[in-house]
């Protein structure tokens, strides 16, 4: 090398990670700063995916605003309009039908099911294990298929209306879902074999660390939380919905280490308690009944002003919604805190001083939903 | 998929996927697409991660502000000759969103739109059938 050439000695890097990036579908930016492989800061931004809903959803009536409000995440979707409605209801003081009330619970459990599974798939993905994302894919088609013969569709199921809901299930749709669920039990055996497999606990095991008391400092929620061994499920503590009658059949999952690893295995085992809580709801749910005859819009004009927070546990923690109603058919404000806009405080302490390679690992642990979290 | 008569159509079409404020259920019926159960990367369809290798643009969501810029970057960056298609209500006309703060204009005002896939979200067969579409196009 000749003496004028100065060698330039590169310590630190900035590396963008995102808004649009390979192993995120979803637009969300992390800039982190490396020191050699070891992340030293990171500086995320978010808000690419926000959409408005929250004040866009002031300009509707109810009936209308139930259906922005299913799109606030299309993974989650009846998570959202079932707690949505349980709050007008509360305001209104209406009364649910049981069967309905069982038939939320149901679709709620199906989509715990099929979040659960996207994000360890989204895991194993992020791993370079793609034959397991498939895998975790044509597993999810089950309980699509589930969807789409009960509600008519895949993904946004519109099966929530205020006061009941919009379809009953059927007796023969029972047995449907019964076998369908059977099929997702006998498939979750594979899937905790697939974390025991050596490789995949070299990549997960004591990465990405929660403490339990960094999990109550920030006011971590969801499968993240129960990870850190809190036991706090809105299921178990003050059940909503159908929860009351199957709350004997299913356990609060919870583990000890709060790495990445235990994040998935909780997910999985979640899985098995979903499929208990879905065959207490398919023995408890009576023969078909008829949806209330009561039309939406006429019981929309009954909702008085009032103001009411609703919570429930979807899939990826408490979701709250702060519904004000106006009494005149709408909303004068609402306020929706999703449980990925709370977990996603988690990276403050997982990020920093992490490898570089870990950080898509440790980001899919949390499963992050960012059209959740930017509303 | 018919007579391989356009530049596109003789060799495997590549797509790259952005996500501009989609609700994430067209973006998983598109993941859905590519997964064993209909398995478009049977017709030499693969989702790519970088719009450099792509050869279909494919947009979801309804085009929030914050990612319109970083959209048109994207499309520059996909070389010619380029498709663009559009999955959902969301991209066709802002669907659901259409008259929130956060949004601007919808996507075929800024940006030549070749296919529309529309649905809320649209099943995996509609999707490939309009990927077939922009192919042939």
């Known amino acids: ?375 | 998929m018919g007579t391989r008569t356009t530049a596109m159509a003789r060799k495997s079409p590549w797509v790259f996927h952005v996500n501009c404020g989609s609700c994430n259920g067209c973006d998983i019926e598109l993941v859905a697409t590519f997964a064993p159960r209909y398995d478009l990367e049977r017709f030499g369809c693969l989702l790519v991660g970088s719009p450099r290798h792509a050869d279909i643009l494919i947009v979801t969501g309804p085009v929030t502000r914050a990612m319109k810029d970083g959209l048109l970057d994207i499309y520059g960056q996909v070389p010619e000759p380029r498709k663009v298609v559009a999955i959902g209500a969301c991209a066709i006309g802002q669907g659901v969103f259409h008259g929130s703060d956060t949004l601007d204009e919808p996507l075929d005002t800024f940006l030549p739109v070749d296919v529309y896939i529309a649905g809320c979200p649209p099943r995996p067969e509609t999707i490939i059938g309009g990927l077939i579409e922009a192919i042939n196009a």
């Open chain 1, 1 to 375: 090398m000749p003496e004028h050439v100065e060698e330039i000695k590169y310590s630190r890097f900035v590396l963008p990670f995102g808004p649009v990036h390979p192993s995120l579908k979803e637009p969300l930016g992390v800039r982190v700063t490396l020191d050699k492989e070891i992340v030293e800061a990171y500086e995320l931004s978010i808000g690419f995916a926000c959409r408005g809903i929250e004040r866009l959803a002031t300009t509707k009536n109810l009936v209308q605003a139930m259906h922005l409000i299913e799109r606030v995440c299309g993974i989650c979707s009846s998570s959202h309009s079932m707690c949505f409605a349980q709050g007008i209801e509360a305001i209104g003081d209406l009364a649910v039908e049981e069967h309905a009330q069982l038939v939320r619970t149901l679709m709620a459990e199906l989509e715990r099911i099929h979040s659960h599974l996207l994000c360890i798939g989204i895991t194993a993905y992020q791993m370079g294990f793609d034959a397991f994302f498939m895998d975790a894919f044509t597993t999810r088609e089950k309980i699509l298929d589930v969807f789409e013969r009960v509600t008519g569709n895949r993904i946004h199921h519109g099966i929530n209306a205020i006061g009941g809901t919009r379809v009953a299930v059927h007796p023969g749709d029972v047995d449907v879902i019964r076998k369908h669920v059977h099929d997702i039990e006998a498939i979750v055996p594979k899937y905790e074999a697939f974390l025991h497999e050596g490789l995949i606990k070299s990549r997960l095991k004591s990465v990405g660390i929660l403490k339990k008391e960094d999990v109550v400092r920030l006011g971590l929620v969801g499968p993240v939380a129960r990870a850190s061994g809190l036991t706090a499920d809105l299921r178990k503590d003050a059940p909503y919905a159908g929860y009351g009658e199957v709350r004997g059949s299913f356990s609060v999952i919870t583990r000890s280490n709060g790495d990445a690893y235990d994040r998935n295995e909780a997910r999985i085992l979640e899985i098995e308690q979903s499929c208990r809580i879905i065959h207490a709801l398919l023995d408890a749910v009576p023969g078909h009944i008829a949806p209330s005859h009561d039309h939406p819009l006429r019981i929309m004009r009954r909702v008085p002003q009032g103001h009411v927070t609703s919570r429930i546990e979807a899939p990826r923690g408490t979701l709250a919604y702060d519904v004000h109603a106006n009494g005149k058919e709408g909303l004068d404000k609402l306020g929706i805190v999703t449980p990925t806009v709370i977990n996603i405080k988690a990276l403050d302490v997982l990020l920093v001083g992490a490898e570089f390679s870990d950080v898509p690992v440790i980001i899919a642990s949390l499963d992050p939903c960012i059209s959740c979290m930017d509303r």
